[in-house]
C-alpha cells in the first residue's frame, strides 16, 4: 500500500504511515517497507498528523496528537473508548480491567476494540497494559509488543513484560 506521509520513528526499522481523507486521519499504523506517496501531494490532514508524531517524538507531552482530527469510530463503544484513551495523558496506563469497568464493559471488549484501532499513538492504545504487565498489542507479536514497550519507556512508563 502507498500510503500518504511515512514518518520515521526511533522505534526501529520503520515509520508510522499515515493516510487521511478530505480534513480526518483515518489511519496510523506501523508497516515494516512502508513506503510515503509525493509528501507535496499528501492531504493536509495527512500532513499536520505527521508533523504530530515527529513533535510527540520529540516531547511526549506534546498536545499536538490529541488535535489531530480522525475519522469517526466504527461504533458507539469504540467512541466512548477513543474519548477515555485521548484524554489519558503521557506517561499514564489503564489496565484493560480499569478501562473495561469505565466503560461498564467487560476486558475481552476493550481489548477487541483496541485491535480495530484504526489510529494508534492517536487514539493512545499502547497506555492500556494488563494487570500483571505489559500486555499485547494490536493483536500481534513480540515486534509490536516491544513497540508498545518503547512507546510507554518514551513517555517515562516502565512496565514488566509479564502478562
Known amino acids: 500500500m502507498i500510503w500518504d506521509v511515512v514518518v520515521p520513528t526511533p522505534l526501529g526499522p520503520f515509520g508510522i504511515a499515515l493516510d487521511a ?3 480526518v486521519l483515518r489511519a ?3 508497516p515494516p517497507g512502508a513506503r510515503p506517496a ?3 501531494a499528501a492531504p493536509a490532514a495527512a500532513r499536520a498528523a505527521a508533523r504530530a508524531v515527529a513533535a510527540y517524538f520529540e516531547d511526549p507531552h506534546d498536545p499536538g496528537l490529541a488535535a489531530v482530527p480522525l475519522a469517526a469510530p466504527a461504533s458507539p463503544f469504540q467512541a466512548r473508548l477513543r474519548a477515555l484513551l485521548r484524554a489519558l495523558p503521557p506517561g499514564r496506563t489503564v489496565t484493560y480491567a480499569e478501562a473495561a469497568r ?3 464493559s467487560a476486558p475481552r471488549a476493550v481489548g477487541a476494540a483496541l485491535r480495530a484501532n484504526p489510529v494508534p499513538l492517536f487514539v493512545p492504545c499502547h497506555r492500556v497494559v494488563a494487570a500483571g ?3 499485547g498489542y494490536a493483536g500481534a507479536g513480540p515486534r509490536l509488543r516491544r513497540v508498545k514497550a518503547a512507546l510507554l ?3 517515562g512508563v516502565s512496565v514488566p513484560e509479564g502478562a
Request: net charge positive; glycine share 16%.
Open 21 to 23: 481523507a478530505g480534513r
Open 38 to 40: 509525493q509528501a507535496a
Open 28 to 30: 496510523a499504523f506501523l
Open 153 to 155: 519507556a518514551h513517555e
Open 102 to 104: 469505565r466503560l461498564a
Open 133 to 135: 504487565g505489559l500486555g
